[in-house]
């Protein structure tokens, strides 16, 4: 069963630039979250995903936005970048809605914002 | 709102040595989890628990869920060089019709062969 994908690995991006990460969830699973992590702040949650419809949020400020497709896969996006931005944005596919809490992690898409 | 504190922050361990991490709570959770982060990977779930008192067993890691609901353990048994990574407690409760995750800021570990 193949697991969660991220797109891309890494990026490089510059300031006030916008970028769109991609995730693919685990075949079946209909929860996406995202997740920004960086050293010393651990994992913040960003928003949650279910059916196409925003669950849950975080407190992240209109930036940071994310949608979810009719086979599941979600994106997100982060408009008008700032050096703050610069992290390890996570993915996580879940059977159920609303955060059980048993999550299945893609690898990450490493944003830099130079 | 909801915090988890997790300790210790970080652990250098020799390889064999047991292992005790714990996350606590002021506040009431319904569920425990526990993940382990390798570098350069996505966390992947260690243990869950769901009712307190509950103590469970993966191999070499143990984990339980405290009775008052605030506060979890782990434990890694006889530890050895692939135990290496960031091991990430994460709480769950209900916000009205919601159900939300909190996370701890991790506890690294890094085992001396």
């Known amino acids: 069963k193949a697991g969660v994908t991220q797109t891309p690995r890494y990026l490089i991006k510059t300031r006030g630039q916008q970028v769109t990460l991609s995730c693919s969830p685990i075949?079946?699973?209909?929860?996406v979250s995202w997740y920004q992590q960086t050293p010393g702040q651990g994992l913040q949650f960003l928003f949650e995903?279910?059916?196409?419809?925003?669950?849950n949020k975080g407190n992240f400020p209109g930036r940071f936005s994310g949608r979810q497709f009719s086979n599941s896969r979600s994106e997100m996006n982060v408009s008008t970048l700032e050096l703050g931005d610069s992290a390890l944005y996570l993915c996580?596919?879940?059977?159920?809605?609303?955060?059980?809490?048993?999550?299945?992690f893609g690898e990450g898409s490493r944003l830099t914002v130079l | 709102g909801q915090q988890l504190n997790q300790s210790p922050q970080s652990m250098f361990i020799q390889e064999g040595e047991d292992v005790s991490m714990n996350c606590t709570s002021s506040?009431?959770?319904?569920?425990w989890l526990w993940y382990k982060q390798d570098p350069g990977e996505g966390p992947v779930l260690l243990i869950a628990?769901?009712?307190a008192g509950e103590l469970t067993s993966n191999g070499r890691l143990t984990a339980q869920f405290g009775i008052t609901r605030k506060d979890s353990f782990l434990n890694i048994s006889a530890s050895i060089p692939s135990d290496v990574g960031i091991y990430f407690c994460?709480?769950?409760?209900?916000?009205?019709?919601?159900?939300?995750?909190?996370w701890g800021l991790g506890t690294s570990l890094a085992v001396n062969p």
């Open positions: 996580a596919s879940g059977l159920a809605e609303g955060s059980t809490g048993e999550l299945f």
């Open positions: 075949s079946g699973h209909r929860s």
């Open positions: 995903y279910f059916s196409e419809t925003q669950r």
């Open positions: 506040s009431i959770f319904n569920t």
């Open positions: 628990l769901y009712k």
């Open positions: 994460a709480g769950q409760y209900n916000a009205g019709n919601n159900r939300k995750l909190i």
